[in-house]
């Protein structure tokens, strides 16, 4: 892989893992998330200067507002994967979030509310140990719905947690066999 190609994914695999409490930039993970969610995650993470342009430069109250020509616009972008579910969940994402920080203060606020405020460590033996879905995967997603979120479902979330740091896995054995 070319240099210039592998560095547009390396804002991801820096971030991957490492706690935040920035609305904006738990928007962009989700927003990730939301895209990958059949797809690999390069095809989503490699994405990011797409995100922007199209979606406001992430901030959400813009996003929050978007309207159904504008979504229209979006999906004439060669370079975005043009699902217009998705498009419209990362619409109707920023709206949730606007809720949510009416509500409690902060989208950050809410989400590490579920960890009690600090990363959530696991512990693997084996790397094919590291689970996808969890039972608190399971109830974010069922919360976050509830808040009017969208394509979250316990993988989406799981995956989104990791993005930012709420949950840490750790594999004991990686040895390569």
């Known amino acids: 892989m070319k240099k210039n190609q592998s560095s547009k994914f390396d804002w991801y695999h820096n971030q991957?893992?490492?706690?935040?409490?920035?609305?904006?930039?738990?928007?962009?993970?989700?927003?990730?998330?939301t895209f990958q969610a059949g797809l690999s995650w390069k095809a989503a993470a490699g994405k990011l200067d797409v995100f922007l342009r199209n979606?406001?430069?992430?901030?959400?109250q813009k996003?929050?507002?978007?309207?159904?020509?504008?979504?229209?616009?979006?999906?004439?972008?060669?370079?975005?994967?043009?699902?217009?579910?998705?498009?419209?969940?990362t619409i109707q994402n920023a709206q949730a979030i606007?809720?949510?920080?009416?509500?409690?203060?902060?989208?950050?606020?809410y989400m590490w509310d579920f960890v009690g405020g600090v990363p959530r460590l696991n512990v693997?033996?084996?790397a094919y140990e590291v689970l996808n879905v969890t039972p608190l995967s399971?109830?974010?997603?069922?919360?976050?719905?509830?808040?009017?979120?969208?394509?979250?479902?316990?993988?989406?979330?799981?995956?989104?947690?990791?993005?930012?740091?709420?949950?840490?896995d750790e594999v004991l054995n990686r040895e390569l066999k």
Not at 143 to 155: A, Q
């Open 16 to 33: 991957w893992g490492t706690p935040t409490q920035d609305d904006r930039l738990l928007f962009i993970l989700l927003t990730v998330g």
């Open 138 to 168: 399971k109830h974010v997603a069922k919360d976050m719905k509830k808040h009017g979120f969208t394509f979250v479902g316990p993988v989406v979330t799981y995956m989104f947690m990791k993005a930012s740091g709420m949950i840490q």
């Open 63 to 89: 996003v929050a507002g978007m309207m159904p020509d504008d979504v229209e616009k979006i999906m004439q972008d060669p370079e975005m994967i043009r699902n217009p579910r998705k498009i419209n969940a």
């Open 124 to 126: 693997y033996e084996e």
């Open 98 to 109: 606007l809720a949510v920080q009416h509500e409690y203060g902060s989208f950050a606020e």
């Open 55 to 60: 979606f406001h430069n992430m901030e959400i």
